[in-house]
């Protein structure tokens, strides 16, 4: 019933300007504003034919777990570079979680670190393997 369906994902925001702003400018993604329905944003991703959907929510709550993953080819290179634009990463030391230096989770699986949007959303690059 659904398997021909175009399916899309999205996620909600306290301050679509600041989305836009960061998810355009910060992370050098794609992004297309709509205003029909009060303001909204797509992000256009290599391969994504529907893309993600941003869309405001007065009382928005971050979610507490990863949203959106962005598989890359080298993490350091990624990490440093989103890190000379202000991006913030997020650091762990737990019995089960530990970053490096790099911010970089080595600690079991594949390499990633974590970060967040202005609203609080997780985000992470993931090292293709």
Do not use: C
């Not at 992370?27 to 991703?45: A, C, F, K, Y």
């Not at 762990?92 to 609203?119: H, Q």
């Amino acid at each position: 019933m659904l398997k021909d369906s175009k399916a899309f994902s999205g996620f909600s925001v306290k301050d679509i300007d600041a989305a836009h702003k960061f998810y355009k400018e910060t992370l050098g993604l794609d992004v297309e504003q709509h205003n029909e329905m009060g303001s909204m944003l797509t992000i256009h991703i290599n391969g994504n034919d529907n893309g993600i959907l941003i869309y405001p929510k007065p009382n928005h709550e971050p979610a507490t777990y990863t949203i959106l993953n962005f598989p890359v080819q080298d993490i350091v290179s990624v990490v440093r570079g989103l890190k000379e634009r202000g991006v913030e990463f997020e650091n762990y030391d737990t019995e089960y979680l530990k970053t490096d230096a790099d911010s970089i989770n080595r600690s079991g699986g594949p390499l990633i670190a974590w970060f967040k949007d202005p609203s609080g959303n997780f985000l992470s690059v993931i090292e293709n393997q």
